[in-house]
């Protein structure tokens, strides 16, 4: 299936007294296929080999892919239950006894319920993450709810995917990452790609989007900096952060008032273009060239381009999505498509570059706080019905929606939240405006933390419990393009660390809970239940088997029961899932960012990834070739900016904004906008950028604005 | 069955090193790296680009081997020192032209690029091709080769991205920057 002209049948290596272990990476959406290597005598992982058959990625890798495998056994690796009694040393790594599990459950389970009886049931929270198993993050949505009987339960995926969420629910009435399959995407004839450092941050799409420039087709790409991918696109939009939706609106202005539009699909499938027109009349190229400071002829010319293109791929990452009016630049990003009628075909649609290994599916099946299993609203009488039913709850008992990731450490902050169990993320580094993020963990009552290795916000917890690597558990999770995949078990678990599917069951049994948990007992277990929980919603995953998986090398969504092979295109019928099957064309007018440059702060901080770290860092920074290679941040600026501030390379200067600061060493490169500095975000204490950004929130998604506020650079001395 | 050799497209390189750590994935490799990546103007852009070796048909570091350690294998990879033959010389490392070879200090020994030949002795490619997401290093057929310089030639005495070689003849072939030069455009 999928054997596109990258495929080729190529023998693996086995080393002597070596078995390989087919599998996925660990880290970002593309999850790349790999093979583990597992020495046979002591069952331990010993390295990675390339998967050729794997036909999304066909044997490539990152640096960080390469290196995944050494996560697995690593020095650094939580082995038994962490107990701090001594709660003064909040903070720091310091005052951990090791413990028994028992000991640690017993003492979470008093800590909880003596919580929860003087303070009520919502003083508890469920913080948790998406670079886990479909199986594990279901089962996370249904403790807090079941076991915890909670209302506070969010996840990172506010910091990731969740514009691009709000963005395609409010546009085509769902929302898969991708319209199609990223198999489609070397055959396009042109890429739109907005806010994607993708060289960096999915470099194995990078030999697609290259196939697509040696065919003779086009490569737009939209962002404050050169990025390698940018350094080779036909146009490269230079906006000033933070104006993306002045730059969609304006393409979308020259689409209609050159007669690029598609009337007859607007016509047949769409909402709203009339009032969309009027909201982009005044964006003339002139005036989107005052707003994003792009020149009026690459803004012309990339949008003669997209119109003219027979087939064309609008594409979007966390640039354009990680802002305050993030939803509105997905949906108007989308707005392209839908004018032109380059979507709902092979070879033509839109995508969002995923960030996490399971941000698609992650954040679908109930760990949002609005959300249940089956991308169903908790708000939604019938789907609370269905769920209490699947959970053996009464609907009375299932809690209320509660509030966003950044939302809940403000609750911390004024009390309504006294305990935290978080898993799976790391927001001491990865939260935005970290001082405020910081206290709030500081300030609570009691925290659990489950990780592998001690990240920094372990070092604000009471109790740390050993989860396990991605390697030493199986399950499914959902890559970008919306095809459910296999993860498989390569290792035992670690010394005494469980997965985290394990410890939730173990824990609501200390709760009094058992009854709705302690008939999951293997992984497999939890993944009958959690098709079931998913029948009928938007994201059905009932008939996405573990075999089928393993058959159809994966299964896209939605797939409803046995004969269903998935749906790798989507609106192939040209249906959207509005009730009236239409897609909405958004009429939204330009606002800037939150904070705007003004004298005291005159550039604006833009923060991303590098390609040899994921997320914030917790992972990447122990393993030595990616430590070696990028080992602490650093700010780039631009030559005639850091002349303006007599600033050398290499020299140590301090940033700061309204709200933290922190030193960094200057990269120059001419590669980024005079206004505009750039500091990657995966370093954690006094090193985080995420200090100095701002918690200014998406009306809709509640997404922070990670991506652009206003700052100083002060030389030092 | 068919040969296939190692095809670098320099223009392709995001610069993600990738292929140094897969490099230390082969079995016979010891967990070190053998080729390079430069950043080629890293005030200025993003460029860069590998430098690996290229397994020259007459290798000057062979040649330069007052030991004869570095043997080549029949599929023409110029293997890295036999070990128990390496004399820690270094004159290997002063006379290959692109500065291949690496010199353990410790051990007295250089080590090279052996294009993975437990890997391509049966047409496996090697890791840094087998990994690397932007295709710079593409394991091709001769064929296949043929097509892409060809492609690449524009005949206009302006601009030809692949030379029949570079320093001398080599195993490994090469398309420098300016691929693109050269295609027409769809539309």
């Not at chain 1, 990834?609 to 860092?617: F, K, P, Q, T």
């Not at chain 2, 048909?57 to 007052?66: H, L, M, T």
């Amino acid at each position: 299936m999928q054997k596109d002209k990258f495929f080729r049948d190529i023998d693996n290596v086995t080393h002597p007294n070596e078995r390989l272990v087919k599998t996925h990476c660990s880290y970002c959406g593309m999850q790349c296929g790999m093979n583990l290597r597992v020495n046979t005598k002591t069952n331990k992982i010993i390295g990675v080999e390339p998967r050729y058959d794997w036909p999304v990625t066909v044997g490539k890798m990152c640096p960080k892919g390469v290196t995944a495998y050494q996560q697995t056994n690593h020095k650094d690796r939580i082995l038994k239950p962490l107990i701090r009694d001594d709660a003064s040393l909040k903070g720091t790594q310091k005052g951990f006894r090791e413990a028994s599990w028992d000991e640690a459950y017993d003492l979470i389970a008093k800590k909880f319920s003596e919580l929860q009886t003087n303070y009520g049931k919502d003083s508890l929270s469920v913080f948790s993450g998406v670079s886990m198993t479909n199986e594990k993050c279901y089962l996370t949505g249904k403790f807090a709810r079941v076991a915890l009987g909670t209302r506070y339960i969010d996840y990172n995926g506010r910091f990731c995917m969740a514009s691009a969420a709000g963005g395609f629910l409010r546009t085509f009435g769902v929302d898969r990452g991708s319209t199609l399959p990223w198999t489609d995407i070397h055959e396009t004839d042109c890429l739109f790609i907005a806010g994607s450092n993708t060289a960096e941050c999915h470099p194995t799409s990078m030999f697609r989007v290259w196939a697509v420039q040696e065919r003779g087709g086009y490569l737009i790409v939209a962002d404050p900096r050169e990025t390698p991918i940018a350094r080779r696109a036909d146009v490269h939009l230079d906006l000033r952060p933070g104006t993306d939706l002045a730059l969609a609106n304006g393409i979308l202005h020259l689409l209609i008032k050159n007669g690029y539009t598609d009337e007859a699909f607007i016509k047949q499938h769409t909402n709203g273009f009339e009032e969309t027109k009027e909201v982009v009349k005044d964006l003339t190229p002139e005036h989107t060239s005052f707003i994003t400071g792009v020149s009026v002829e690459k803004i012309e010319r990339a949008a003669e381009i997209y119109g003219k293109a027979p087939n064309a791929i609008v594409m979007f990452a966390r640039g354009v999505e990680q802002q305050h009016k993030g939803v509105d630049n997905v949906s108007a990003y989308c707005n392209m498509a839908l004018v032109t009628g380059k979507i709902g075909r092979p070879k033509a649609g839109v995508a969002t570059f995923t960030g996490q290994g399971n941000g698609q599916g992650g954040r679908e099946h109930g760990q949002k706080s609005d959300l249940l299993p089956g991308y169903r609203k908790i708000t939604d009488p019938k789907a609370v019905e269905y769920v209490s039913k699947v959970w053996g709850i009464s609907p009375e008992e299932m809690p209320k929606p509660g509030v966003s990731a950044y939302e809940m450490f403000e609750l911390m902050n004024d009390k309504t939240i006294r305990g935290l169990y978080l898993l799976c993320s790391n927001p001491a580094v990865s939260a935005p405006n970290l001082n405020v993020v910081r206290k709030a963990l500081k300030g609570l009552d009691f925290m659990v933390c489950a990780d592998f290795f001690l990240s920094e916000s372990a070092e604000f917890a009471d109790v740390v419990l050993p989860s396990v690597t991605w390697s030493e558990d199986e399950g499914t999770v959902t890559n970008l393009e919306g095809r459910i995949i296999k993860i498989n078990k390569a290792q035992e678990p670690l010394g005494e660390s469980k997965p985290d599917w394990q410890i939730q069951v173990e824990l609501a049994e200390r709760l009094g809970k058992g009854k709705h948990f302690s008939h999951l007992h293997t992984a497999s277990d939890v993944a009958d239940e959690f098709r079931l929980a998913s029948k009928g919603g938007n994201a059905d995953y009932y008939g996405a088997t573990w075999d089928k998986i393993d058959k159809q090398d994966g299964v896209f969504w939605p797939c409803k029961d046995e004969e269903d092979e998935g749906t790798p295109h989507m609106f192939h019928d040209k249906k959207f899932y509005h009730p009236d099957e239409k897609a909405k064309i958004c009429a939204l007018p330009y606002r800037p960012p939150a904070e705007e440059p003004d004298e005291e702060y005159p550039m604006r901080l833009t923060t991303g990834r590098v390609v040899y770290h994921y997320l914030s860092g917790n992972q990447t920074r122990r393993i030595p070739f990616l430590k070696d290679m990028c080992p602490e941040p650093y700010v780039e600026v631009h030559p005639h900016t850091a002349a303006q501030y007599n600033i050398q390379h290499d020299e140590v200067v301090r940033l700061y904004t309204r709200r933290g600061e922190s030193n960094y060493k200057v990269k120059i490169t001419e590669a980024i906008r005079e206004d505009t500095v750039f500091v990657p975000y995966h370093f954690g204490h006094e090193e985080s950028i995420n200090l100095l950004t701002i918690a200014a929130l998406d009306p809709m998604s509640r997404m922070p604005e990670y991506k652009v506020c206003a700052a100083q650079v002060e030389k030092l001395n | 069955m068919t040969k296939r050799r190692l095809f670098l497209e320099l223009e392709n390189c995001i610069g993600c090193r990738s292929c140094l750590a897969a490099c230390t994935q082969c079995g016979g490799h010891e967990q070190r790296n053998r080729n390079y990546v430069y950043d080629v103007n890293p005030l200025v852009n993003r460029q860069t680009m590998p430098l690996m070796c290229l397994h020259c048909v007459d290798p000057a570091c062979a040649r330069s081997c007052p030991a004869q350690a570095i043997q080549i294998h029949e599929t023409g990879a110029v293997l890295s020192a036999l070990t128990e033959k390496c004399i820690g010389c270094q004159n290997c490392t002063i006379a290959c032209p692109y500065g291949i070879p690496k010199f353990d200090e410790e051990q007295n020994l250089m080590y090279k690029c052996d294009l993975c030949i437990d890997r391509t002795k049966d047409d496996i490619p090697p890791m840094c091709a087998s990994v690397c997401p932007s295709n710079t290093l593409q394991w091709l057929t001769e064929e296949e080769i043929e097509e892409k310089q060809q492609r690449h030639d524009l005949g206009n005495d302006k601009w030809v991205t692949s030379m029949p070689y570079l320093e001398g003849e080599t195993n490994v072939k090469i398309n420098l920057p300016g691929i693109l030069e050269g295609t027409t455009k769809l539309f």
